[in-house]
């Protein structure tokens, strides 16, 4: 009987320490902004990951990119998966400027999959208007994501070109299944503000760095 005191206070502190916790892991922002959403395991983040954001917030007009840094992804191999603290460290370093902001949200609320990620932000933050960001490398991939389809009925999305991966992205499955709901590229910075699906193809910037090249054998990171 004496510990039940105890106990009716654990669940309040809790819930109270989730929030202060959630608080913390979604970046400042207010109603009306236009937030692109770039997720991945940075590992190790480069400058790749800056350029595609860089040239999102420009040619979708967005006011913020956040890159979710994610604790490991479902469709691969994570034995090599540096710490999620240290990710996040060289994350901000890579990122330096003050429109990308890092978040490590779903080591907190304990998603594993985009989709229930995006719900999650969604139902938080309702009256922010997010885009998903992807290179097309992912694009080409896409019909393999948990719940893919319902990725694109919830946000709109912008695939970054990454040459010579074109042809194989726009020909994937994932993107035939969407072509009648792709925008002319012309359109693209009213992306944020149409209903999905909807989805632009961005050409014009050309990088080659990816996180594998910038591993060694062992794991360990390459100069960032």
């Not at 954001?53 to 992804?73: C, E, H, I, M, Y």
């Not at 949200?105 to 719900?119: K, P, Q």
């Not at 050309?206 to 060694?216: A, F, I, W």
Request: glycine residues 6%; aromatic residues 8%; proline residues 7%.
């Amino acid at each position: 009987m004496v510990e039940l005191p105890e106990q009716a206070e654990a669940g309040p502190t809790a819930a109270a320490a989730m929030r202060l916790a959630i608080r913390q892991a979604l970046p400042p922002h207010s109603d009306g902004m236009r937030i692109g959403l770039l997720g991945g395991s940075f590992n190790p983040p480069h400058q790749a990951h800056r350029a595609i954001s860089l040239f999102a917030l420009k040619r979708l007009q967005l006011d913020r990119v956040w890159w979710l840094v994610t604790p490991g992804n479902p469709l691969k191999d994570n034995g090599g998966l540096h710490a999620l603290a240290e990710r996040a460290a060289a994350a901000r370093k890579v990122a330096a400027d003050p429109r990308i902001e890092i978040s490590c949200l779903e080591s907190v609320i304990g998603t594993r999959y985009t989709a229930d990620t995006i719900d999650y932000l969604r139902r938080r933050a309702s009256r922010l208007r997010f885009v998903w960001i992807m290179g097309a490398d992912n694009l080409a991939q896409f019909h393999r994501w948990q719940k893919w389809q319902h990725i694109a009925a919830q946000v709109p999305m912008a695939v970054v070109d990454r040459p010579p991966r074109s042809f194989r992205a726009l020909n994937a499955p994932a993107a035939r299944a969407l072509a009648r709901y792709r925008l002319p590229e012309a359109d693209a910075g009213r992306l944020a503000d149409r209903a999905a699906p909807a989805w632009v193809y961005l050409t014009g910037l050309k990088l080659s760095l990816s996180s594998t090249g910038l591993r060694n054998p062992d794991g360990s990171w390459k100069s960032i």
